[in-house]
């Protein structure tokens, strides 16, 4: 009996240090924190809708993400899933949409199974056709991309241009 009222109060202690380290808002900040939304530009026009914008904290390891709409607008979501971030220097990197696996490997499992069946096969998986060029390699990672921004306090507004590649001459 004494053993579990030791346990009890163990984790009781944990729960109200969690809570501490965390804070009670359901940020996880006790600091000063921003937001942070704006718009992605590949060459003169948006990248395809989905594109992933990542920023990631320079000094902490703190990242925030957002998918971009049809018109390259986000807004940045911290790992809970709340709207504010830390203030500080960010390295951001955008990368093309990710195309979860069972949207894949569904349509070519039941593909499988219909032809081992003698059924009439579905639909192939076919990927979105991009409305967009790909975004350029070195944007795709936050230590390569050049991409750097400095979060307030308050609202923050940012325009993330990236440049096309040009292609190689022979």
């Not at 009439?120 to 076919?126: N, V």
């Amino acid at each position: 009996m004494q053993k579990r009222t030791k346990l009890t109060s163990l984790a009781i202690l944990l729960g109200i240090g969690w809570l501490g380290l965390c804070g009670c808002s359901g940020q996880g900040f006790d600091e000063p924190t921003g937001t942070v939304r704006g718009r992605v530009l590949l060459g003169d026009a948006p990248p395809q809708e989905g594109t992933v914008v990542n920023f990631l904290h320079k000094s902490r390891g703190i990242s925030a993400s957002s998918s971009t709409d049809a018109d390259g607008s986000f807004a940045l979501h911290n790992p809970v899933g709340a709207d504010e971030l830390p203030v500080g220097s960010y390295s951001a990197s955008v990368a093309v949409p990710y195309v979860p696996a069972e949207d894949v490997l569904v349509p070519a499992f039941k593909r499988m199974l219909a032809q081992q069946n003698g059924e009439e096969l579905p639909p192939a998986y076919k990927p979105p056709v991009a409305e967009a060029p790909p975004i350029p390699a070195k944007y795709r990672n936050a230590e390569t991309s050049g991409l750097e921004y400095d979060v307030s306090e308050g609202e923050n507004e940012f325009t993330i241009e990236l440049v096309m590649e040009r292609p190689r001459s022979k």
